[in-house]
């Protein structure tokens, strides 16, 4: 028996272009140099307070290297990291970017840390 199959006719309103598609302001070079860009750390509350109640002072130059740092402990595997500076000592969880907390190195040097899986010292 032969049945024909009825098609209906297509209907070239509802498709539209790709090049009338308006563009996004993005360009994929941007979203690829920030994608690959190191991320910034961020202090936590607690790190904030205590660096301003020990007057520890780091500067832009010492921020740079200690990002620079923990985003490359973060590729070898390091979640939280024990940061040694001349004179003071951050915990900083490498998997969140944050510095969690903040002390001078006399009291650094009378202190037990753990549950940290890498340590980085910067001079």
Request: proline letters at 3%; glycine letters at 4%.
């Amino acid at each position: 028996m032969f049945r024909p199959i009825h098609s209906q006719p297509i209907n070239n309103q509802h498709q539209r272009s790709f090049a009338a598609r308006p563009m996004s302001g993005t360009s994929f070079s941007k979203h690829l140099q920030e994608a690959i860009q190191p991320e910034k750390l961020t202090l936590s509350k607690h790190a904030k307070e205590r660096i301003s109640q020990r007057g520890i002072e780091i500067d832009e130059v010492q921020w740079g290297q200690i990002e620079e740092k923990v985003n490359e402990a973060k590729k070898m595997g390091v979640r939280d990291s024990l940061v040694l500076l001349q004179d003071a000592a951050l915990i900083v969880s490498a998997k969140n970017n944050t510095v969690i907390t903040a002390m001078d190195r006399q009291e650094a040097a009378s202190q037990i840390f753990t549950n940290i899986n890498g340590t980085i010292v910067l001079d």
